[in-house]
């Protein structure tokens, strides 16, 4: 079975200040996929990025970038230079090759203030 | 183009009464989940299908929930018998093809609150 774990429920920040989102997950496949979505009040769930298992390479998108960590089992996300409008709830979710079914973490919810 | 669209975006039943929410998929794609979000957690697995058949049900929680996508396109979760524990968000997702390592796209979610 698979399970992540998102400890922080509820992060606070200053506008500009930056703000890491840690992500733990287990499993014993060797083959799966790991990604972040974003949950703003609207409710959606909006697609950040996907990660396989085999690229541990770091990814930078704007203001967004994540580390992929297989020796700790950690896929962190940080958001540079935070805006009002990254404030939301943010879900780390695993997915096992040959499986259909995302296992998200309970969701860190971010606050900006301004 | 456009997303993943559920309706009713809310919907309030009285216990017992048997509700219908609905999922039309980003267009073309062949895949499509079911999610239940409780207040405050994750989203949770109900159901996949993959064009009109329903490949994995484990997830639905009880007998009462059932869940169809005759022609392969819009689906349809059914609720029979609402009790106040089924209140919650229930998201759908589609993908492109039917891997599933494939990116899940959300719909905004309907939200059901049984009293």
């Known amino acids: 079975a698979q399970k992540v774990t998102q400890a922080q429920t509820e992060i606070s920040v200053v506008e500009k200040e930056d703000v890491t989102l840690d992500c733990v997950y287990e499993?014993?496949?060797?083959?799966?996929?790991l990604f972040w979505y974003k949950q703003p009040p609207s409710g959606e769930l909006v697609f950040l990025i996907r990660?396989?298992?085999?690229?541990?390479q770091n990814e930078i998108s704007g203001r967004y970038s994540w580390n992929f960590q297989k020796s700790t089992s950690s896929f962190n996300f940080t958001i540079t230079a935070s805006q009002v409008v990254d404030s939301a709830v943010y879900f780390c979710a695993l997915i096992i090759y040959g499986n259909n079914r995302l296992a998200f973490g309970k969701g860190n919810q971010v606050v900006v203030i301004p | 183009g456009a997303g993943v669209s559920q309706s009713p975006r809310y919907k309030v039943a009285k216990r017992g009464q048997d509700v219908a929410l609905r999922c039309d998929p980003i267009?073309?794609?062949?895949?499509l989940f079911w999610y239940q979000q409780a207040l405050g957690q994750g989203p949770e697995f109900l159901t996949y299908f993959q064009n009109e058949a329903q490949l994995d049900k484990s997830g639905l929680p009880s007998d009462r929930f059932f869940a169809e996508r005759p022609e392969g396109s819009v689906s349809t979760l059914k609720i029979q018998r609402t009790q106040q524990e089924d209140s919650a968000v229930y998201l759908c997702a589609s993908s492109l093809v039917g891997v599933s390592t494939d990116t899940q796209y959300f719909g905004p979610g309907t939200r059901l609150t049984v009293l």
């Open positions: 990660r396989n298992s085999f690229d541990e």
């Open positions: 499993t014993r496949d060797t083959t799966y996929y």
């Open positions: 267009s073309g794609h062949v895949s």
